[in-house]
């Protein structure tokens, strides 16, 4: 029997004995993979196109177009982050005697970032001394993300202890507001679906969403730009959202302003239209942020457009 073949093998499931079969994670995986190439109908490109061309050029105006295109038109919650530096890295450091044993720590991160903050020592040390380790840190630390420099920092001197734990700390706080802002639209598409109606599935979602904890579940740690990426129920790593299927892909500009544009929805969501409409969209950001920063990589938005 074909379909208990496929059941052994996972890639249909039963939720429970008495219920017909449903494609399982597996079975939706291999779906996905089989997709090859998608594109959005060029009729669907000119009229998304259209619309960005009638908003304000403002970075806001679009990220909230597109959220809301996004979500209209895969039916499920879309999510837009506000274009950022890339993974906070570490630049440059200054350290400024203020007491014998307290210094003022001039932290420089990617993206012309700068942030100060105390640190303490346990001995007096001067300041020839704190400009030595400044240039020692700089060189050793230059272009490093905070999980980066912990896994390098041993050996280092009593002194230089506690100068890097203050740069952790305050790189762990720039990375920890990566997704603070963002643009969100659609949720009611997904409460609407009856496998959300009135269950745990559904006060999750929302709880996610009110505690603005659901970037930083759905986002992938290798997120990379130019691939959509979809992680389907299980493959999630965070358990709140295993019943979730994500799709996914970077947009802007790299080591610039680099931003997320995203879907989550149930894991039976349209896959080859979703991930059509997510990639055209950040080609659509892509052409919008270029041009922000002063590179013009299409003249007209309607040359991104493909048959």
């Known amino acids: 029997n074909e379909m208990a073949h496929l059941e052994q093998e996972g890639y249909i499931t039963r939720p429970h004995p008495s219920a017909g079969s449903i494609p ?183 709880e996610l969403v009110e505690q603005r904890n659901l970037l930083k579940s759905i986002v992938p740690l290798e997120l990379t730009s130019n691939r959509v990426q979809v992680i389907i129920g299980k493959e999630n790593k965070t358990e709140a959202i295993q019943d979730f299927s994500v799709v996914i892909i970077q947009y802007g500009l790299p080591k610039k302003a680099v931003g997320t544009i995203g879907v989550i929805g149930p894991t039976r969501m349209p896959y080859a239209r979703t991930i059509a409409t997510v990639s055209y969209l950040s080609s659509v950001l892509n052409v919008l942020i270029a041009r922000l920063y002063g590179k013009e990589t299409a003249s007209e938005l309607n040359l991104n457009t493909t048959n």
């Open 24 to 206: 399982a994670d597996k079975g939706y995986r291999c779906y996905v993979e089989s997709l090859g190439d998608i594109r959005l109908p060029l009729a669907e490109q000119l009229r998304v196109s259209h619309l960005f061309h009638q908003v304000e050029k403002e970075l806001d105006e679009w990220l909230n177009l597109a959220a809301t295109l996004l979500s209209q038109m895969v039916q499920n919650v879309a999510v837009v982050t506000l274009p950022k530096p890339e993974a906070c890295q570490f630049k440059h450091l200054e350290l400024v005697s203020l007491q014998d044993s307290m210094a003022l720590v001039i932290l420089v991160l990617s993206g012309a970032r700068v942030r100060q903050q105390l640190v303490t020592f346990e001995q007096i040390i001067s300041q020839a001394e704190l400009t030595a380790i400044a240039n020692k840190l700089s060189t050793a630390y230059a272009g490093l993300t905070g999980s980066q420099i912990l896994a390098k920092g041993t050996g280092l001197s009593p002194t230089e202890q506690p100068i890097t734990e203050c740069l952790l700390k305050v790189m762990e706080v720039e990375a920890a507001q990566e997704y603070e802002e963002h643009y969100f639209n659609g949720l009611h598409f997904v409460l609407n679906q009856p496998e959300f109606t009135h269950s745990q599935r559904m006060l999750t979602l929302v």
